[in-house]
């Protein structure tokens, strides 16, 4: 199985992973260490928390393969995620192509639902977690988007419950922002003309920082990475891998590596790598 979400949801938290069968949750404790993206082998007990199908009382988790490519996500439409079919789709990676985003997103420390609508005019659910680096960011509202995530299960007041379907983004990367062309504009205008690589904010840093880099118009099919890299060129972490749409993108790192680890203070590389071309940058951990 391959982890497709960061910890979601009240305590006990919950892991999301799937295989080529579908997706599964595994209830994490305080004392397991789940790393993201991560292929492993679990052996469980399948119940259920809060009504979302989970592995219990793991008596086997092993880690075969650190930072294994995330599924395909499913595409999907709203009407997919109503209370009849969404339990079809619980606990995969899924997304959503050019939807309107109706709501702002909650504040920071916050969990919270936004509402989003698609070109039929059916609407659904994004819930945005407190544990992300979305909430108390600006949503565009009423902007045109493309939004990837899990499949899961809601509380209008915030938790994983089941009130109701929602896509679940793990990470604001995981929110494409450079689709939100008006209708009737030419999209190259807002779109990049070279790929680029900015200087990580802020830096020094510590624990977090934000890293932004552009695609532009003619990179559309080409792979993205994105890499962190320790001073005597050893890989950190891998922080994007897929390809992306074209505009302006962000991402977090933690400041941990591969394992869920926390690095050690120090300067560290970070490099962005698309359609043969390569950019790198320093940056800086403080402790």
Same mark, same amino acid.
């Given at each position: 199985m391959t982890g497709a979400?960061?910890?979601?949801g009240p305590d006990p938290a919950i892991t999301y992973f799937q295989d080529a069968s579908g997706g599964i949750g595994l209830v994490a404790t305080d004392d397991d260490d789940v790393p993201d993206r991560a292929e492993v082998i679990?052996?469980?007990?399948i119940g259920q928390v809060d009504g979302v199908t989970v592995i219990e009382n793991p008596t086997m988790f092993e880690v075969v393969r650190f930072s294994a490519p995330l599924p395909t996500p499913v595409e999907? $439409?709203?009407?997919?995620l109503d209370d009849v079919v969404g339990e079809a789709f619980e606990g995969l990676f899924a997304r959503f192509e050019r939807v309107r985003i109706l709501d702002e997103f909650p504040g920071e420390g916050m969990d919270g639902?936004?509402?989003?609508?698609d070109d039929t005019g059916d609407t659904a659910t994004v819930f945005i977690d407190a544990d992300s680096d979305i909430d108390g960011t600006t949503a565009p509202v009423d902007t045109v988007v493309s939004i990837q995530g899990v499949v899961g299960q809601f509380a209008d007041q915030g938790g994983v419950l089941d009130y109701g379907y929602a896509l679940m983004p793990r990470e604001l990367l995981d929110i494409d922002f450079a689709t939100g062309i008006g209708d009737g504009e030419d999209p190259d205008i807002r779109l990049p003309a070279a790929f680029a690589l900015t200087q990580n904010y802020p830096n020094p840093f510590n624990p977090s920082t934000t890293i932004a880099f552009d695609v532009p118009s003619n990179g559309a099919g080409e $792979?993205?990475?994105l890499t962190v890299y320790d001073i005597r060129g050893r890989l950190v972490s891998t922080l994007v891998e897929r390809e992306l749409e074209p505009g302006h993108h962000t991402v977090s790192w933690n400041g941990r590596d591969e394992r869920g680890r926390?690095?050690?203070s120090g300067i560290y590389l970070y490099t962005l790598r698309a359609a043969g071309e390569t950019f790198t940058r320093k940056m800086t951990v403080v402790k």
């Open positions: 979400a960061e910890h979601y679990v052996r469980g007990t999907l $439409t709203a009407s997919d639902t936004v509402r989003i609508v $792979t993205v990475t926390a690095v050690s």
